[in-house]
């Protein structure tokens, strides 16, 4: 298959709608980025790289992080995690309150913020914030293959100044014993670990395990067949949120998005597949990005629904 040729299709289809959407400007550090930047980057299972515009350029991947966060925690604590959080889409937006109370503090899923919250809660137990956000930044440089990831403090600091929507779900959850650590620990780990700085090369060699049953390009075992299928699926129901059947139908790939712009997809067996447009839809997830995803799954038949 000429990925080449996709790409450049790709850009064909979305170059209309590149600025499309509105940045998230309610994390002050991400207000001011190009909201006219695009780049996508496409990792196959056997090592190859093909790239379109800003795909090596680094952007706060936000939501994405949320995936390998889940992934850490499985490996720390095993299916014990769903004790914790659900795995049922939710419905509701990604920082929603609404379902909390009825659910005694049990996030639906791992990848809407009150989950994610626990899933870093679960992974600094034991350890100081410094100590686990060491941690995700190893697991991420080594996954991607690339020593040079990091965190970009400004965007943390950022958010940490204006996070109390994350705030109320980290009290509330913490009221249910739901969050076992210090509530300003357990979110600053979280908001740290959405501000993994990563271009769409790096993410999408990140993300390449879970299209290659759980193995990196070298052959280097990250998760089980069975577990990377499952963070699959979850990815494919909760990925984006209240648009996550929008996204199945339109796209038909396991995504995730993040409100820096950033979507990450698999498919399974082929490639991981990674674009950044800073613009957000009404969903908080990349506008032009999920039109260049439609695109791309279309000209190369990708989808896991045959
Ligand atoms: N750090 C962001 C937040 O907690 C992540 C949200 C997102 O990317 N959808 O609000």
């Not at 899933?119 to 440089?141: I, Q, W």
């Not at 940490?160 to 959850?173: H, K, S, V």
């Not at 409100?259 to 032009?288: D, H, M, T």
Request: glycine content about 12%; charged content about 20%; proline content about 4%.
């Amino acid at each position: 298959m000429d990925l080449e040729a996709i790409l450049d299709g790709v850009f064909g289809d979305v170059s209309d709608h590149i600025g499309e959407g509105k940045v998230a400007d309610y994390i002050p550090a991400l207000a001011k980025i190009d909201p006219r930047k695009f780049g996508m980057a496409v990792a196959t299972v056997d090592g190859g790289i093909v790239t379109l515009g800003d795909a090596g350029e680094p952007f706060s991947i936000q939501s994405v992080s949320k995936v390998f966060t889940l992934t850490l925690a499985l490996g720390r604590v095993g299916e014990g995690l769903w004790k914790r959080v659900g795995r049922e889409p939710s419905g509701t937006p990604f920082n929603s309150i609404v379902q909390l109370e009825h659910e005694h503090g049990i996030p639906r899923n791992p990848f809407i913020n009150a989950g994610a919250i626990v899933v870093a809660d679960t992974l600094l137990s034991g350890h100081e914030p410094r100590e686990t956000l060491g941690e995700v930044l190893s697991f991420m440089r080594h996954i991607a293959g690339d020593e040079t990831i990091v965190i970009d403090r400004e965007v943390a600091r950022s958010e940490q100044q204006t996070g109390f929507r994350n705030a109320a779900l980290a009290n509330y959850m913490f009221a249910f014993s739901n969050i076992h650590n210090p509530v300003e620990k357990t979110l600053g780990v979280y908001f740290h670990q959405c501000a993994l700085s990563m271009s769409c090369v790096q993410l999408a060699r990140a993300g390449l395990f879970l299209a290659n049953r759980g193995r990196l390009a070298s052959g280097h075992s990250v998760v089980s067949a069975e577990r990377a299928r499952r963070i699959n699926a979850l990815m494919l129901t909760c990925g984006h949120y209240d648009a996550s059947g929008d996204f199945a139908f339109r796209v038909g790939l396991p995504g995730k998005s993040g409100v820096g712009g950033g979507i990450l997809c698999i498919a399974p067996g082929k490639a991981a597949i990674a674009v950044w447009s800073p613009g957000l839809n009404a969903n908080g997830n990349s506008a032009a990005g999920t039109r260049a995803m439609e695109s791309f799954a279309r000209r190369s038949g990708w989808s896991i629904f045959g």
